[in-house]
Each structure stands twice: as structure tokens, then as C-alpha cells.
């Protein structure tokens, strides 16, 4: 939906723009007949605008030209989503990429680490169906793959109900090269990842086998479409 992002992330290979697509755009995608639609941008779509129509604005006009397909969405979560637009959705994702205050200010620049737990927070208990937590692994911040789903596990998992619990999932994804090979994980990685995981308390390790797609991180298989991704929403158009 648009270009424009309100992040300065190091692994993103989106160039930052200016561009924000009409809201009318929405009235040629009813053309389209679309069963379901994903709202991203080559920026955060959580802050598009055109004249006065924000976010909350283009989600209202698909409801009403298109109907009530699924949606999904995809943000940094810095910026907040209006409770409206959090409930028309089917699934989100919130990509952290970070474990820590630190290194969420180096990847994403700002210091929005907290202030995006707890829009994470805000999303779980809403009426989204399912809510993935999406880390990019890279050569920089390999060493955090265990450490957020112990955050995810202390600041999220811990403090929602147990229905709202269902919905949430870390999805683990390795970062694509230009030519569009991906990270994969050499053999001390993987050695040092479960020396890490094998240390975690058992519920905090029950987690993230349950509600990640941890196993097929360790075994370089996150992107084979003959391997399951585990209770995680991935665009193949890549």
C-alpha cells in the first residue's frame, strides 16, 4: 500500500520512497474479485496516508467494496494499529528481527523495542486469528534466535489469556541474498543455537517448539515447500 517506512533497517532490500497508492485503488481490486489479500508495502503500511485516508481508511474501504474476504498484514510494530484494523484481520506479523533493546535500535534505528512488545500485546488480545512474531536470521544476529522466544515467552506469551495464547507464533526466516539464495546456518550456529536452547527452562523450550518453526530452522529447511512451516503465514511470491 505504500512506500514509505518510518524504519531504517539494515538487512531491508526495499528501497525507501515516497509512493502511496490511492485509496481508489482499492475499487480496481474489487474488479479483481480477490479471495484474500495481504496489505504490505515496500514500507510500513501502518503509517500510509493519501490525503486524509489512513490505514484504519483503506482497510474500511475493502470491507465494503470487496466484502469480508481474509486479511492479513505484515509491520514493523512501531506504530500502532487502530483497534479497527487489527480486528478485520485474519493474521499479522510483527517483524522484530531483535531480542533486545540494543539490537532492535541498531537493525530498525529508534528505541522502539518496548513500544513494539507491547503493540504486540495490544494485537494478541484484539481479534486477530493468528499472530506471528517474524525474525529474520543473519550472520549479525544469529546469536539472538533462542533470545527472543524467551522475550516472546516473558513479554507476550505470559501475559495474555490462554486463548489469546493460541494465536501467537515466532516465525524464523533466514535472510534472502540479492540472488536470491538465503543464510543458511553452518554447523557451529546450529551447535551453539541448541547448547542455548537446551538451557532455556523447559516451558520456555516447550514454547518455542510448539509455536515456532524452530526444528526446520536448525535443519536449513525454512523455505523447502516439501518441508511444513509449522503454524507460520509466508509469502511465496519471493
Not at 35 to 56: D, H, K, M, N, W
Not at 100 to 116: I, Q
Not at 195 to 224: C, V, Y
Request: with cysteine; hydrophobic share 35%.
Amino acid at each position: 500500500v505504500n512506500d514509505v517506512c518510518n524504519a531504517t533497517c539494515s538487512i531491508c532490500p526495499a528501497p525507501r520512497g515516497k509512493q502511496n497508492l490511492p485509496i481508489e485503488a482499492v475499487d480496481k481490486l474489487a474488479e479483481l474479485n480477490p479471495s484474500v489479500l495481504t496489505l504490505t508495502g515496500g514500507g510500513e503500511p501502518s503509517i500510509y496516508r493519501y490525503e486524509q485516508a489512513r490505514f484504519e481508511d483503506f482497510v474500511r474501504r475493502i470491507r465494503e467494496k470487496v466484502g469480508q474476504i481474509p486479511l492479513g498484514t505484515m509491520t514493523n510494530g512501531i506504530h500502532p494499529m487502530t483497534p479497527y484494523t487489527v480486528n478485520n484481520m485474519d493474521w499479522m506479523r510483527v517483524s522484530m528481527n531483535a531480542a533486545t533493546a540494543k539490537s532492535h535500535s541498531e537493525m530498525y534505528g529508534g528505541r522502539n523495542f518496548e513500544k513494539v512488545l507491547e503493540n504486540i500485546r495490544q494485537y494478541v488480545q484484539g481479534e486477530v486469528s493468528k499472530m506471528g512474531v517474524g525474525f529474520v536470521y543473519t550472520p549479525e544476529n544469529v546469536h539472538e534466535i533462542t533470545k527472543i522466544g524467551e522475550v516472546i515467552y516473558k513479554e507476550v506469551y505470559q501475559k495474555v489469556s490462554e486463548d489469546e495464547r493460541k494465536k501467537l507464533n515466532i516465525q524464523y526466516r533466514p535472510l534472502a541474498y540479492s540472488d536470491y539464495s538465503r543464510f543458511n546456518l553452518e554447523d557451529s550456529h546450529i551447535q551453539q543455537i541448541k547448547a542455548e536452547f537446551n538451557a532455556l527452562p523447559d516451558n520456555i523450550q516447550e514454547f518455542i517448539l510448539k509455536q515456532s518453526n524452530f526444528n526446520q530452522l536448525l535443519s536449513n529447511t525454512t523455505f523447502e515447500l516439501k518441508a511444513q512451516f509449522d503454524k507460520c503465514f509466508i509469502s511465496l511470491l519471493q
